[in-house]
């Protein structure tokens, strides 16, 4: 079994869709959770950040961590053209540790 | 905002040829991190690096590989005898855990191309 696992999509929406990113994944001690936004041969930039279970919210953005689930979300509200790119989950088990990346979806968002 | 930056850019080596890849990482920040991304792949971890030593690495991260942290501001990764295999992009991060200041942030990457 995997350790993050990520559907890599590809994935496309109508402009204005709400768009909902997951991965799963086996350690239950992970307790850093991050998404990222990668656009083609760029590095990876960090959209949201969760410590622990629960929500949070970044203008058109949501996170989500069920940690009794192993399961983390992310919600794109309104999309845009411009949020067209790879989304990377991340987690890591304590601050400074090695994030565990997941495969990435592929997000196209259609005007 | 604060960024870590990375150079070169793109960087083209002969099979068994060393590289290194430099990266500038964000000042007051104490953690420093090389990932590397084959096309397509996973990002993945290579090495950590906290208080002038290594803190953790890869099974990726043999011998081949080693980091340094010449001065105050540059972090560097060197591959002694490069391999076809070692073409990728290489991602330097950093990481900060103060009340603003919190996260990964990543490089924008070295494509490095064995020929």
């Known amino acids: 079994q995997k350790e993050v696992e990520q559907d890599p999509g590809p994935l496309s929406v109508p402009e204005g869709a709400i768009v909902s990113l997951n991965c799963t994944y086996s350690n239950s001690a992970f307790q850093y959770f991050m998404w990222y936004r990668q656009y083609s041969r760029k590095g990876p930039e960090l959209l949201m950040y969760?410590?622990?279970?629960g929500n949070k919210e970044d203008g058109r953005f949501t996170a989500q961590v069920d940690k009794s689930s192993k399961y983390i979300s992310l919600f794109i509200r309104d999309s845009q053209p411009s949020d067209s790119a790879t989304y990377l989950c991340?987690?890591?088990?304590?601050?400074?540790?090695?994030?565990?990346f997941g495969q990435g979806t592929e997000l196209s968002v259609k005007p | 905002e604060p960024e870590v930056t990375q150079t070169p850019s793109h960087q083209v080596t002969q099979m068994g040829q060393e590289v290194i890849l430099r990266c500038v990482p964000i000042?007051?920040?104490?953690?420093f991190y090389w990932y590397r991304q084959i096309l397509g792949q996973k990002v993945e971890f290579l090495v950590s690096f906290y208080n002038n030593e290594i803190s953790e690495k890869s099974e990726i991260f043999d011998d081949q590989f080693s980091v340094e942290r010449p001065d105050g501001s540059n972090f560097t990764l060197k591959i002694r005898s490069t391999k076809l295999e070692d073409s990728a992009m290489y991602f330097c991060?950093?990481?900060?855990?103060?009340?603003?200041?919190?996260?990964?942030?990543f490089g924008s990457g070295t494509r490095l191309t064995v020929v």
């Open positions: 969760t410590y622990s279970s």
């Open positions: 991340a987690m890591t088990l304590n601050q400074g540790g090695k994030l565990i």
């Open positions: 991060a950093s990481s900060g855990w103060g009340a603003t200041n919190y996260g990964y942030t």
């Open positions: 000042s007051n920040h104490l953690y």
